[in-house]
């Protein structure tokens, strides 16, 4: 079980580029989500997706779009890329229990730079 | 408007005595509780979590507590130990994928 993995690792972009971060995960997870990491602001919801073919914004959702075509792949595409979107990104995966709760498990992060 | 708070950035301790990380909420609809730990260039993992209908969860040296009247939660480390040293984020949870994190405490455990 490689868990919940994400591709690159660190990527720079200039302004106005475009770029997909690759997320997978292999638990056959329901849930998926996409989180930026900012100093000083903890982790923001940007998308999230509760099966293939269902998304959703989250607290941050401007810049950024997202499909799920699949259980196992959430991709999140910037459209144009600006300077407020260098951040951590992090991608997670969860599945609801019978008691309700939801444990979120988090791949290790795309540490992104736009200039 | 920042739904889960952590006011300290910061908190040092001694090994072995006791950490106490806090968190307030403004949300009376969020269902679950958790707290991530974070090492530097690592994905946040999961420590502990409480259900809104419960008041404590142990598990270990890791204690949660929640106070739905003050909106108020915290995690009790103890003993403390120096691997302990990490960020610390609490999430609430609104179901289905959506957590609301707090801005994360940055605990150091001095031996």
């Known amino acids: 079980n490689a868990g919940v993995t994400q591709t690159p690792k660190f990527q720079v972009l200039k302004t106005g580029q475009s770029m997909t971060l690759q997320c997978a995960q292999d638990?056959?997870?329901?849930?998926m989500s996409w989180y930026r990491q900012d100093p000083g602001m903890g982790l923001r919801l940007i998308h999230y997706?509760?099966?293939?073919?269902?998304?959703d914004q989250g607290e941050v959702p401007n810049g950024y779009n997202v499909s799920r075509s699949t259980t196992e792949d959430f991709p999140l595409r910037l459209l144009s890329a600006a300077p407020s979107q260098t951040s951590v990104y992090f991608c997670?995966?969860?599945?609801?229990?019978?008691?309700?709760?939801?444990?979120?498990?988090f791949g290790p992060g795309t540490r992104l730079l736009v200039l | 408007d920042q739904q889960v708070k952590q006011n300290s950035p910061s908190l040092s301790v001694q090994e072995g005595r006791i950490s106490i990380l806090n968190c307030d909420y403004t949300n009376s609809m969020f269902d679950y509780f958790l707290w991530y730990k974070k090492y530097p260039a690592e994905g946040p993992t999961f420590l502990i979590s409480?259900?809104?209908?419960?008041d404590k969860n142990e598990d270990g040296r890791f204690t949660v507590f929640l106070n739905k009247s003050a909106k108020h939660l915290s995690l009790h480390i103890v003993p403390s130990q120096p691997g302990d040293s990490a960020v610390y984020f609490c999430?609430?949870?609104?179901?289905?994928?959506?957590?609301?994190f707090g801005q994360g405490t940055t605990l150091q455990v001095k031996p």
């Open positions: 999430a609430a949870s609104l179901g289905t994928g959506k957590l609301i």
């Open positions: 638990m056959n997870h329901e849930y």
């Open positions: 409480i259900s809104s209908i419960k």
């Open positions: 997670a995966s969860s599945y609801s229990s019978s008691g309700g709760q939801e444990t979120q498990y």
């Open positions: 997706s509760v099966g293939a073919g269902i998304t």
